[in-house]
């Protein structure tokens, strides 16, 4: 029996997917990186910050920019778009009406489907080049034309440490090509919330498995910028492999970093 295009490009996407992994296991730091955005002085340099990996969801950061300056993405609950069958429905809240907060929330895999479809190539293109965005390379899996649905997840789209960083840091300095709307609008939807040492954390999580010789270990992402009075410093943590306790590798890679960085302590 064959698939109808819209449910083998869910299934397809699935694949790259991380999945729960069982206890015991261990992922393996890979990269931290944090600076000081003003400065651009390294405060933190642990592993390759050159090693290369598949965005994942932290592609949903200048996804947002990208949605908000386009105007397809209006504030945090519109547009308010359906689940419709096909769409990827690897977990219960992605089987629902989804807005953008609950889009950077959920990290749903559909509704980032359907702000590049809004976009479409060209466009896509352009701001992801405009970017500098890591490789910039959104053209999909060879031969398949899916780069709409999933160039960022285990696909052509890949990404340093290194290169986070300088993008996060184009970011909170208000240099990338969209407007001052969507840089604060993309702030508000991936707020972490305030930590006991005053830091104000913006981040987001990915995880996926990577294409080619680091397929058979996911990727774990956290990324983001920190805001503590006039100071602000933007990181990436990059981990591999299956996180320590049943989860997901991104989620695992944040409450590491946190804890050891944001969690009771005077931080940068």
């Known amino acids: 029996m064959s698939l109808a295009p819209g449910r083998r490009l869910a299934l397809q996407a699935l694949a790259a997917l991380p999945v729960a992994w069982p206890a015991g296991a261990a992922a393996v730091p890979v990269c931290t990186l944090v600076v000081d955005a003003a400065t651009g002085a390294t405060l933190r340099r642990d592993g390759q910050p050159d090693q290369r990996a598949t965005p994942a969801s932290t592609f949903k950061i200048p996804l947002a920019l990208m949605g908000f300056d386009a105007g397809f993405l209006r504030d945090a609950h519109h547009p308010a778009l359906p689940f419709r069958p096909g769409d990827a429905d690897w977990l219960p809240e992605w089987r629902r009406a989804t807005d953008p907060a609950a889009w950077m929330r959920h990290s749903v895999v559909w509704y980032s489907q359907r702000i590049t479809q809004a976009l479409g190539a060209a466009r896509l293109r352009r701001y992801v080049s405009d970017f500098g965005y890591g490789n910039a390379d959104v053209s999909g899996d060879p031969g398949r ?3 709409l649905a999933r160039s960022w997840i285990g696909s052509s789209l890949e990404i340093t440490p290194a290169q986070q960083v300088a993008f996060l840091g184009r970011l909170v300095r208000g240099e990338l090509p969209v407007s001052a709307q969507a840089r604060a609008m993309t702030e508000a939807l991936v707020d972490q919330g305030e930590y006991p040492n005053g830091w104000r954390v913006f ?8 294409r080619g010789a680091d397929a058979a270990q996911p990727s774990g992402w956290f990324v983001g910028w920190a805001r503590r009075g006039d100071r602000t410093v933007v990181f990436a943590r990059l981990t591999r492999g299956r996180p320590p306790e049943p989860g997901f590798p991104g989620p695992a890679a944040r409450d590491a970093f946190l804890g050891e960085f944001f969690a ?5």
Do not use: L, P, V
């Not at 981040?203 to 990577?210: I, L």
């Not at 009771?264 to 940068?268: S, V």
């Open 203 to 210: 981040g987001k999580t990915g995880g996926a498995r990577s």
């Open 264 to 268: 009771g302590r005077d931080g940068f």
């Open 145 to 147: 034309a899916n780069g």
